[in-house]
């Protein structure tokens, strides 16, 4: 055995080289042995497992939201009334509820961690679903508006917390990719979602002609019919709570890492909500990033808003009977499709580089939308169908894309929340739609999103200067020293 002075100086040797990588060396006394290890920067050498599963799974939670949103769009229209464009503030809410809370949610987890952000976003997740057994009493639309909104807070929470993590949980080379392979299950959660709402809240029926018709001869059956239609949008809510509830549980005993950029003293680096705003207001690609993120989202959640209320419209105008229940099987379509655009995104972006995969995407994308505008019949159904293959990649890769510009990694979390907070695309846009589909038709509103889908397109063939290597040139790159890890 070596000398205890040359075993020093051997490990001294070892400390000083990873330092220079950028990783903290812990000091066994004083720290439990990791199964992973920290750089300075909040990245990982590797990426647990465990810890990597959960935090992927809360990709579906919110997604399970999204996806209810539709149903209930189709749901409230006949009950309330509702204008297509008034139907959109159910998304309205929704994504209000991301822009008010994503900063606030921000500056708590650099007071605690992502893992208590977490926590507290299922804690609100479950709220917002407990509140709809009040609205689902009442027959006001404005109380599932406010049930909706806080359900929001809480998924502002766990996206602000998530989304920002599942980057930092391994080498920084692989964020995005880790990204987009924890935004599959986004696409799983969007048809549980769906599939809640066609088997607990629709029916074997147009609910749309029922409603008419009642309201012309027994208006007191039109509205015994509304109060059972939305004591029916409570079930998958109940369901939704009960999940919460575990997963708030199973937080709380796994241990998680930090994933916090930290100085040459191992404090973890922090900075002050004026000092981040200041850094990042001389950023121009990251504000450039946020305004690709709200076109993007809004025309995402615009076309899924509206599939449902395409496919009924269409088959009114062309004789075919087809149920709000079946209505909902294009919906699942459509996210299965979107799944599947995910994977061969995922496994494309591990081969070439991203700015080229997503401009062909979203070229693809506008062309298709295009179809559905124009095309006459169930065609146009189905396009709207297909364009959810080219959606796939796009929200994780610019959320990528946009916090990689933020080189200073103590303003992550805000900048995060700041990408979050462009949901609000979502809100705004399709209620833009839903105002086109009222002054025209449904099908032809469906010109908007691919105006849309094209400006996010010209701007990944915009960043094709800055998207000068391909994964395995990175990779090659990385462990020859030459860029960090």
């Known amino acids: 055995m070596a000398p205890i002075d040359q075993q020093f100086q051997s490990y001294s040797t070892v400390q000083v080289h990873m330092e220079k990588k950028g990783y903290t060396i812990m000091d066994k006394t004083t720290s439990k042995k990791e199964a992973w290890v920290e750089s300075s920067d909040g990245y990982l050498d590797r990426t647990p497992v465990l810890q990597f599963a959960m935090t992927s799974i809360l990709f579906a939670f919110w997604a399970i939201a999204q996806s209810l949103n539709d149903v209930l769009i ?32 921000s500056l708590f987890i650099k007071k605690t961690s992502y893992k208590a952000g977490i926590m507290t976003g299922l804690a609100f997740f479950a709220l917002g679903c407990f509140i709809f057994f009040p609205a689902s009493r009442l027959i006001t639309y404005e109380v599932f508006l406010f049930a909706i909104f806080v359900e929001a ?72 019919l509304a109060s059972e239609q939305l004591g029916r949008t409570l079930q998958p809510y109940i369901v939704v709570m009960i999940v919460m509830l575990i997963f708030i549980a199973l937080f709380a005993v796994v241990r998680f890492p930090k994933c916090r950029p930290q100085t040459k003293e191992g404090d973890v680096a922090k900075a002050k909500l004026g000092e981040t705003m200041t850094y990042l207001a001389h950023n121009g690609r990251f504000w450039q990033g946020i305004a690709v993120q709200f076109i993007y989202i809004g025309a995402q959640t615009g076309i899924w808003s509206f599939t449902m209320r395409l496919v009924l419209n269409v088959a009114d105008q062309t004789g075919i009977k087809v149920t709000d229940r079946d209505s909902a099987n294009y919906m699942i379509m459509s996210y299965i499709v979107f799944f599947v655009g995910r994977i061969s995104a995922s496994y494309l972006l591990s081969k070439f580089r991203e700015t080229r995969v997503l401009a062909v995407y979203m070229v693809v994308g506008c062309v298709v939308l295009i179809g559905t505008a124009f095309v006459p019949g169930m065609a146009s159904v189905w396009l709207a169908v297909l364009v959810s293959l080219f959606l796939g990649p796009g929200w994780p ?45 449904m099908q032809f509103s469906f010109i908007l999103p691919a105006i849309e889908l094209l400006i996010v397109g010209l701007y990944f063939i915009s960043e094709f200067k800055r998207d000068k290597y391909t994964p395995a040139q990175l990779k090659e790159m990385s462990e020859k020293g030459e860029i960090a890890n």
Do not use: C, W
């Open 74 to 105: 189709t749901q409230f229209k006949p009950v309330f009334e509702l204008t297509d464009m008034q139907t959109a503030l159910v998304q309205s809410a929704f994504y209000a509820g991301y822009f008010i809370i994503a900063i606030p949610a």
């Open 153 to 224: 807070i809480g998924l502002s929470f766990l996206e602000t917390s998530a989304d920002t993590y599942a980057t930092l949980l391994g080498p920084k080379r692989l964020s995005t990719l880790r990204l987009n392979v924890a935004q599959t299950m986004n696409a799983l959660g969007l048809i549980t979602g769906v599939l809640l709402g066609k088997f607990f809240v629709f029916q074997d029926s147009n609910l749309h002609t029922q409603m008419e018709e009642l309201r012309k001869t027994n208006p007191q059956a039109a509205l015994d």
């Open 397 to 441: 890769t610019i959320y990528s894309r946009t916090l990689k510009t933020v080189e200073d990694r103590r303003h992550t979390e805000t900048a995060g929340a700041i990408i979050v907070m462009a949901l609000v695309g979502g809100a705004i846009l399709p209620m833009a739609q839903g105002a086109l589909s009222d002054a025209t038709s």
